[in-house]
């Protein structure tokens, strides 16, 4: 916010003029580690969505309740979920076009886990989503690039999932924090399998996230900084958050599943 570059972007509003309404989005590289991904208290209360938001997206990442809106004949389709990239990766030269060949589905979450248990100490275990032969022609491309996965024994003996996360482009104030709620879960997920792979305990170890383009678009601007000061006057993050477990949080979660069951298209919107 202080001493990123200010930078123009392809959303910037402007009037009929064609003059900028926006100001310049606030741009850096960002890298972000958290020691412990699951350390409570976990949820926070300002970030733009509240628990039910989170808890789909969380499903749509980790479980891929979405992956059936990816459809080249639906006008309104999304070209990707990070799930359907994940779990059964497919390139192709045009998303638009249903007719147009595809290669085999990889699913390269199995190859995580596959790899994972056969040699943990690998430097191989890893997963994109980029098709570069379609992925720059559509007007959303994802965000999220790769995973890279790292087993590695504590001074016990005991293994630990570490994993990093590589982003081309990140919207720091309204998707960071659901992504990466969404993606310690996967991680969480994948050691769990690991885990039982391998037939003893696999911890969660850090979540390193790497953006190459982490920036606040200047419409946000109005929004983001009184939350920003609030922050600066008493910098205590336990009391802008909520643990998992809180009872109002867990109610929600438990009406978000309630939703989810009779739509399977609620809160319908664009990929973060």
Known sequence: WEHGVDVRTEYDRRDGEGKFIDPPSRDCTMVIEVTDPFGEPRIHKNFPGGPEELEVYRQEVVEGIHDHWVDPTDPDKWTYTYHERLYRYSPT???????????NSVNQMEYVVNKAAARHY?????AIT??????????DP???????????EDDAGELVLNLNTHWRSRDAYKAWFM?????TDLQRKIAAEVSLRLGRPVRLGRYVDISDSFHIYGSYFSA?????EKMRKDPDYRKRAWPSDYPAVLEMIEETHRKLQEDPDYMRGSPA
Do not use: K, Y
């Not at 690998?122 to 890893?126: D, E, M, N, V």
């Not at 980029?130 to 007007?139: E, S």
């Not at 983001?224 to 920003?228: I, S, T």
């Open 179 to 183: 992504n990466a709620f969404a993606l």
């Open 142 to 152: 994802p965000c999220l690039q790769r995973l890279w996965f790292r087993l590695l």
């Open 130 to 139: 980029w098709m570069p032969t379609a992925d720059p022609q559509t007007t």
């Open 122 to 126: 690998s430097r191989r275990i890893q």
């Open 224 to 228: 983001f900084g009184p939350e920003l």
């Open 93 to 103: 030269e045009d998303l638009d076009d249903p007719q147009a060949p595809r290669l």
